[in-house]
């Protein structure tokens, strides 16, 4: 982060529904940081990972993440997974990944390692019922 430059803050999710665990994540990573992102996983993504169908489309994902007051821009993730060129163009200062995301924080992890590039990782809480 450059001076005088606003400290971005991106989280992932599927965000089929956006319900108030994901707004609980959305609060958390914006203490983090000035600008949160929203990175909204691809339908092809939903179909060969959680092998089912999602209830709303990519776009209308989009849409929906994009009215959360907390949210300051909303992109669509890389078409192949684990590629992650959308952190690339973000630049983020800080990653914030829900308390259930461990296969994606293992893969960031080793993207990272393998770009020899060097983010924050932060972990949300889970939302206490």
């Given at each position: ?28 990573a ?11 996983g ?8 959680k ?79």
């Amino acid at each position: 982060m450059k001076g005088g430059e606003k400290r971005r803050v991106v989280v992932f999710g599927i965000f089929d529904e956006v319900h108030e665990g994901h707004r609980f994540l959305f609060e958390q990573a914006k203490q983090h940081g000035d600008e949160l992102i929203a990175i909204v996983g691809r339908d092809s993504f939903v179909r060969e990972f959680k092998h089912k169908e999602p209830k709303h489309s990519e776009q209308e994902r989009v849409k929906m993440v994009r009215e959360e007051p907390l949210i300051d821009q909303v992109v669509l993730s890389d078409e192949m997974p684990s590629t992650y060129g959308v952190l690339e163009e973000i630049d983020p200062d800080v990653i914030c990944l829900g308390y259930d995301q461990d296969a994606l924080e293992k893969d960031v992890r080793e993207w990272m390692r393998r770009r020899g590039v060097s983010i924050p990782l932060h972990r949300a809480r889970k939302l206490s019922p």
